[in-house]
């Protein structure tokens, strides 16, 4: 039996304008695509072939991550370092690790956080240059801090 899947097609026209988008919501996170064109046709394949992309560099990306397994921090991760503190101070954090911080669409670090071991993911979102961590919830959805500078 596969998992569930939902997904939401919203067709509208404007003026001259057909617009087509499409979300997808999958166990491995959610696609999404808008699209725009003179006939409604042509705006639903356009729309349809987006998401196509979308997961197939999704499927090929997993298949990547799986492969490589770990490799060498490379330039310009951000370490974290291990903090001491004194035993009277609270818990201490004993583990020191490196997160390689780059720059993806919210859609893609929801794949990314699904194939990790992880509970969250830090990332650079690709629209707006700036950090955010996208984490699980106990419910099984996803929460997203986007700092506000």
């Known amino acids: 039996m596969q998992d569930p899947v939902d997904a939401r097609v919203t067709l509208a ?3 001259d304008r057909q617009i087509a988008e499409l979300f997808i919501t999958h166990k491995m996170g959610l696609l999404k695509a808008r699209e725009e ?12 072939d987006k998401v196509e992309t979308q ?3 999704g499927a090929e990306r997993l298949k ?14 951000w370490p974290v370092d291990v ?5 009277d101070e609270g818990p201490r954090i004993i583990r020191s690790s490196h997160l390689r911080i780059k720059p993806m669409a919210v859609e893609e670090a929801a794949l990314q956080l699904e194939s990790s071991k ?9 629209e707006s240059q700036r950090l955010q961590v996208l984490y699980k919830r106990r419910d099984g959805n996803y929460g997203l801090i986007a700092p506000e500078l």
Do not use: C, W, Y
């Open 13 to 15: 026209i404007d003026k």
């Open 37 to 48: 064109s003179r006939t409604m046709e042509e705006a639903v394949q356009l729309v349809v």
């Open 55 to 57: 997961a197939r560099r």
């Open 64 to 77: 990547d991550h799986r492969r490589r397994g770990s490799e060498p921090i490379p330039h310009g991760a």
């Open 83 to 87: 903090l001491e503190m004194k035993a």
């Open 118 to 126: 992880n509970d969250f993911l830090v990332f650079r979102d690709a």
